[in-house]
């Protein structure tokens, strides 16, 4: 039990310092006079001595963590977090169960914005604000936070960053110590949401509304203030100013810090992902906006295309707004955005999905595969961005579709074993372990989760988990290997 406890003294300072994120909504509470200020008094005093009981009785075990320890710390940050997430919640909306208002927690933090949560324009401010802050944090990552801060209190982020990091290439680094390069995606990620912020509120939205959908936007969370979602401001520049940002958030993290650190735009032209992540967006955008006009869903192509565009975009990107009941389009059109929400995004971007390199890796074996069949003792290495993949990452990536599909598929039928008609358990599943939000028919974008039942809801709540943590991460933690000493 003792090679738990520096695990357990890490977790106490993690939870600490995110105790400190309530202050925002406290404030906020306080200032408006919103009547939720109670909510925040118990979470933060909750929050705050759960996490010092837990770092004060293991703070003799400090050591480097090992590689299973930051499996094991990743999956309990965050399913923990969302834990206390909940109080807020629950204390303001005594009626709201522990099931909804955890699914309400992770679906934040995983950047999912699926919510069971209406009447979203007449909740406190500083609820609404509480939950977009949790997407933002969850969007580049609690853990990058926490190595950025933790080495100074003499623990070490290296495993922690690996096994919350996502996309295949995890052990590349920006700066030379792991600490600059946490601490540079945070300034990068911040910058922007400044300026999405800003961007907001000179198209026409309210000072609150800005930051709001700002800290949803640029996590590609979805969380609204609104239950009309972006249909609410029924705005084109709005919309458009949307759409610019979600697809920033979509392209790596890592491509935007090197080009702010070198001044350059080049780094995204060497960015294997980026051009064809937005090609793939915009060009699917454009041609469902002449789909719907063909089909005579919209009257002219110009309405045509700004609705297949801003939604196009906020699927593919796994944000999840919505300007209408794009269900209600011919099949088609949903089925082809929830296709793309499955690879679209960039690794080292806030979105979820397979990632687009993943998808650029799978297409070029494929390919170097049936130029095999042609010339059987040819030389062809898999190629991308000029350098050679190694045998290892294609292997590693065929592993992770087989998990990723057969999640999709047994979890799906575990949907429909327990009622549910089949489009909306394959929609929910796909939505929500791409951490995307809405889906279709019961659980579209008019709609929300709380439909489902309890049951149901927790196997949304831990395949929205499974996703954000790109299904390695949580599900070695059940193979008897990891568990042996």
Request: glycine share 8%; net charge neutral; with cysteine.
């Amino acid at each position: 039990m003792n090679r738990f406890f520096p695990i357990m003294h890490v977790l106490g300072m993690v939870t600490m310092l995110f105790s400190l994120t309530m202050l925002a909504p406290l404030a906020l509470s306080w200032w408006l006079q919103d009547g939720a200020m109670n909510a925040y008094d118990d979470a933060m005093g909750a929050t705050f001595l759960t996490g010092l009981l837990s770092w004060w009785t293991t703070r003799r075990a400090k050591r480097e963590l090992k590689i299973r320890d930051g499996f094991l710390l990743v999956v309990l940050i965050w399913s923990s977090l969302a834990a206390f997430a909940t109080i807020p919640l629950m204390v303001y909306l005594p009626e709201l169960s522990f099931t909804d208002a955890y699914f309400e927690t992770i679906s934040g933090l995983t950047t999912s914005g699926a919510t069971v949560l209406s009447g979203l324009d007449s909740l406190p401010p500083s609820i609404n604000l509480w939950r977009t802050e949790l997407v933002w944090l969850g969007g580049m990552g609690l853990i990058v936070l926490a190595v950025a801060v933790l080495p100074l209190l003499g623990i070490g982020g290296r495993q922690l960053y690996k096994a919350e990091t996502p996309g295949p290439m995890k052990d590349s680094q920006l700066t030379p110590r792991i600490t600059e390069t946490a601490k540079g995606l945070w300034l990068v990620y911040a910058g922007i949401t400044v300026a999405c912020m800003l961007s907001f509120r000179w198209a026409g939205m309210s000072w609150f509304d800005a930051v709001i959908h700002a800290f949803s936007t640029m996590g590609l969370g979805g969380f609204s203030s609104h239950d009309d979602s972006f249909a609410y401001f029924d705005s084109p520049l709005i919309e458009a100013t949307t759409s610019v940002f979600m697809l920033i958030a979509g392209i790596n993290f890592a491509s935007h810090f090197t080009a702010w650190r070198g001044r350059s735009f080049s780094p995204y032209r060497h960015d294997p992902e980026a051009r064809l992540f937005l090609g793939v967006t915009l060009i699917s955008a454009l041609g469902l906006a002449i789909y719907l006009r063909l089909m005579d869903v919209y009257p002219d192509f110009i309405t045509a295309l700004r609705f297949a565009v801003f939604n196009t975009v906020s699927i593919a990107t796994t944000t999840g707004f919505a300007n209408t009941d794009y269900s209600l389009w011919p099949a088609f059109a949903p089925l082809w955005m929830l296709f793309l929400c499955s690879f679209a995004s960039s690794s080292g971007s806030t979105g979820g999905g397979i990632k687009m390199i993943r998808a650029q890796i799978l297409y070029k074996q494929v390919y170097r595969e049936m130029k095999k069949l042609l010339h059987p003792n040819g030389v062809m290495p898999t190629k991308l961005g000029g350098q050679v993949v190694p045998n290892k990452i294609i292997y590693a990536v065929l592993a992770f579709l087989f998990i990723y599909v057969a999640s999709i598929v047994s979890l799906t039928l575990i949907m429909t074993a327990s009622g549910l008609d089949i489009i909306t358990a394959f929609s929910a599943i796909v939505a929500t372990i791409n951490n995307t939000g809405p889906g279709l028919n019961q659980v579209g974008p008019a709609t929300n989760y709380a439909v489902l039942s309890d049951f149901q809801t927790w196997v949304c709540t831990f395949t929205m988990l499974l996703g954000r943590l790109e299904l390695f991460t949580l599900l070695i933690l059940f193979t008897p290997a990891f568990w042996r000493k």
